[in-house]
C-alpha cells in the first residue's frame, strides 16, 4: 500500500509541473468492487485531464476490466477510443490515463467486475486548464 501512495503521489506531483492551476477531484475513494459500478464527472471546457486508478486486496478471479467512456450530454457514453480498456490482473496495481485535448463534456469510468468477488477501487481525476 505505501508503494501505491508513493507512486500516486509521484504522478500527482508530476502532473501539477505543468500549471499551478489544477482540480483533484475523487471519482472513487474505498468503493467496493464486488459489483459492476460507474463513476462520472464533468469536464469543464478546455481541460486537459489526468486519471489514476488504484486498486487493492482484489479476490476472486482477477479479470475485471475498466474502461474509459466519454459524453457531451451525461446520458450517452461511448468508449473513448484514444484509450484502451485495462484489464485487472493483480490483487494490487494502478492504471493511469491522460489526455491533452479531450473534446467532451463528461468522463466515466466503467469498472466490470467478471469474476473478481471483493476489493477496494480508488480514482482521482485531475484537471488543468489548457495553455
Keep these: 500500500m505505501k508503494r501505491i501512495i508513493l507512486i500516486l503521489a509521484v504522478i500527482v506531483?508530476?502532473?501539477?509541473?505543468?500549471?499551478?492551476?489544477?482540480?483533484?477531484?475523487?471519482?472513487?475513494?474505498?468503493?467496493?468492487?464486488?459489483?459492476?459500478?460507474?463513476?462520472?464527472?464533468?469536464?469543464?471546457?478546455?481541460?486537459?485531464?489526468?486519471?489514476?486508478?488504484?486498486w487493492d486486496s482484489l479476490t476472486g478471479t482477477l479479470d475485471g476490466v475498466l474502461k474509459i467512456k466519454v459524453s457531451d450530454d451525461g446520458v450517452n457514453?461511448?468508449?473513448?477510443?484514444?484509450?484502451?480498456?485495462v484489464t485487472i490482473a493483480d490483487t494490487t496495481s494502478f492504471a493511469m490515463f491522460e489526455d491533452v485535448y479531450f473534446a467532451h463534456k463528461f468522463i466515466k469510468l466503467d469498472y466490470t467486475k467478471n469474476s473478481i468477488t471483493y476489493g477496494k477501487i480508488n480514482a482521482l481525476l485531475i484537471l488543468k486548464p489548457r495553455q
Excluded: C, E, H
Design 13 to 54: 506531483l508530476t502532473f501539477n509541473s505543468y500549471s499551478q492551476v489544477r482540480d483533484d477531484i475523487t471519482m472513487a475513494s474505498d468503493a467496493v468492487m464486488s459489483a459492476d459500478t460507474s463513476f462520472t464527472k464533468y469536464v469543464p471546457d478546455n481541460q486537459t485531464w489526468g486519471l489514476t486508478v488504484s
Design 77 to 85: 457514453f461511448a468508449n473513448y477510443a484514444t484509450l484502451d480498456s
